[in-house]
């Protein structure tokens, strides 16, 4: 399978040190910064024409520092698994996908109000999909757009994320002010529409259920940076739950993720306070 990989350079130190292997997507003009990653990545697609049999992926620089592999190391997981898949996903942050449901319910807990805005702007979408009830694994979770895929992958991301553009942008819109509301990311201020665009390749898998998606371990790969990461055990467990629930729909195996996410918050909260 060839791969079109490119690295998403918007200062002059990350356009002068593409990593080997990788091809350049010149962000120098960085003409909405508000955007992030979706800017670029949607004026690439409305500007390009993608080829078949082709996997295209547009990653951040921070790309190997967060999933420990370089251009080479994608290629052998490829060389080794790839079977036709329409996504190949290499997401980080294993202690987040796995803990909670969804990545719903995960933006949420960092950022209130995300789960209902996603939820709105599915529904708006005219996507009859219940963000809420929809449980998430590792094998469709997608954190920092860190995936390959193909053209029809794209085609339908692309459509999706012209939807959340206009939704944004045009101020008589009904999302307009939740998606431009600030939440807080570390010490930084960004708008809302940040995290829920970040969410779209996990929402076109969930409408999606025909797209196969194959995913690198998410376990070989670095947590998140919060307290969550001290739980990697509990993740493990979380994960094969919510797997086998998938497989079986066994509500056994959900009610025992359901005991055990709240067990791993109950257990943050006295972490949390004894450290004050």
Known sequence: MK???????????????????FLCLDHLKNERPDWRELWPIRDFLKTNELSDGVLYGFLSPKFSQKTLLNHQGVQDFLLANYAGEDLVSFSPFWDLMAIFKNVFEQGDFFHPGLANTCQKLVSAYALDLNLADCIMSSQNTIFCNYFLANKKFWTHWLTLADYLFASSEQENSDLYEELNAPTSYGEQQLPMKVFVQERLASICLLVHPNFRCLNYSPFNIGPSTTPFNQFFNEAVLSDALKRAYLQTKHISYLNAFATLRDSVIQQLGSIQSSSH
Request: aromatic residues 16%; charged residues 20%; negative net charge.
């Open 3 to 21: 791969t079109c990989i490119y690295q998403i350079c918007y200062s002059k130190d990350t356009f002068e040190n593409i990593p080997d292997g």
